[in-house]
């Protein structure tokens, strides 16, 4: 197994890694809308914080050396079901066709309060 770690991306803040590479697999840990730079909840709604949680992805992805293109699975967490159709307005900004396997569920709370948090999987 080996650790991945990108500045680009919020650094984790428990006993976990942003992502671990196994066997040609890159799991990566449930991205939240915090700006890395800051380590702030960026501000505005759930499109905003979709954006800002893909694109946390994205910068773990790169740091793997891999693309969103190699993202194989995600799973959307919000705290309210009702955010389904802009988070995914944002979403297929993100993923291109053959688009990802994903599950989409809302939780009782997410940390820091915010209104999703996005894993992946990816393969080389």
Request: with cysteine; net charge negative.
């Amino acid at each position: 197994m080996k650790a991945l770690h990108t500045d680009k991306a919020p650094a984790a803040i428990g006993p976990y890694s942003q992502a671990i590479e196994v066997n040609g697999m890159v799991f990566a840990s449930g991205q939240i809308p915090l700006d890395p730079a800051t380590g702030n909840v960026v501000e505005g709604g759930i499109k905003e914080q979709t954006h800002q949680a893909l694109t946390n992805a994205k910068a773990i992805m790169e740091a793997a050396g891999l693309s969103l293109a190699n993202v194989v699975k995600t799973t959307v967490f919000m705290a309210d079901m009702a955010d389904f159709a802009a988070m995914n307005e944002v979403y297929s900004t993100f993923f291109t066709e053959p688009y990802p396997a994903r599950s989409a569920v809302a939780v009782k709370a997410l940390p820091k309060g915010v209104l999703v948090e996005v894993e992946c999987i990816a393969a080389r």
